[in-house]
């Protein structure tokens, strides 16, 4: 089946730093892609709809300055986090838009854990 | 507006039968998902409803009745991995998939 990865799969960081996450569709093209963040025991909650070629759409509340997202090619799209501070804390979670019409699916990436001290 | 209501949590016993229930209204419709979620992972996809009727994945059966906005996620013979989260995902107009809290499922021995 459809593969996506997300690099890395965790990582800790010191407050105000920058982190980098990427997503990869590993066996497929995705045009968009999408970013989530779970807080603990919460819902996923999107973030950003990640289109190739083009300007990232941020839901409401999502700092589009502070959260980067940059879809260079039809197979990778990377969130970064900048200035990172403790509330940012979170799993970061990708999934890319496979297909269109009746067959769509989303695959979703297994992950980023940040932790920022 | 758009929302997802599934129970919070639902408790059932190993070898048995448990349906998760799930309502949705969403601003237009492209068919209905159903994820399983352990603690602290990602989402895995279960099914993918798009049509009316039922769906059967091997253990896992999902139904769909697009009139009711109304989607059940049936789960057979449980074993105890099957506890998790299972969340029912809409997807609306714009291909964005619509979340819930998920319902917690708890199989007990």
């Known amino acids: 089946g459809a593969v996506v990865s997300q690099h890395p799969s965790w990582v800790i960081c010191k407050s105000g730093t920058s982190v980098k996450i990427e997503c990869r569709s590993l066996?497929?093209?995705?045009?968009?892609m999408f970013w989530y963040r779970q807080f603990p025991k919460q819902s996923l909650m999107l973030m950003a709809t990640s289109n190739e070629g083009s300007k990232a759409t941020y839901e409401q509340g999502v700092e589009k300055d502070k959260f980067l997202i940059n879809h260079a090619s039809l197979t990778l799209s990377t969130l970064t986090v900048t200035s990172a501070h403790p509330e940012d804390s979170s799993f970061y979670i990708c999934?890319?838009?496979?297909?269109?019409?009746?067959?769509?699916?989303?695959?979703f990436g297994p992950g980023t854990r940040l932790t920022v001290l | 507006g758009q929302n997802i209501d599934q129970p919070t949590e639902m408790t059932a016993t190993e070898g048995a039968i448990v349906q998760i229930n799930c309502t949705y209204q969403?601003?237009?419709?492209?068919?209905l998902f159903w994820y399983q979620q352990h603690a602290g992972e990602a989402p895995t996809f279960l099914s993918y409803n798009v049509l009316d009727g039922l769906e059967e994945k091997g253990r896992f059966s999902s139904f769909l009745s697009r009139s009711k906005g109304y989607s059940y996620l049936l789960l057979k013979e449980l074993q105890m991995k099957d506890s998790a989260s299972y969340l029912c995902?809409?997807?609306?107009?714009?291909?964005?998939?619509?979340w819930g809290a998920g319902t917690k499922l708890i199989i007990k021995p």
């Open positions: 995902a809409p997807m609306d107009s714009n291909y964005q998939l619509i």
């Open positions: 969403t601003s237009g419709f492209n068919g």
């Open positions: 066996d497929f093209q995705a045009t968009t």
């Open positions: 999934s890319a838009h496979r297909g269109a019409g009746a067959t769509d699916t989303q695959y």
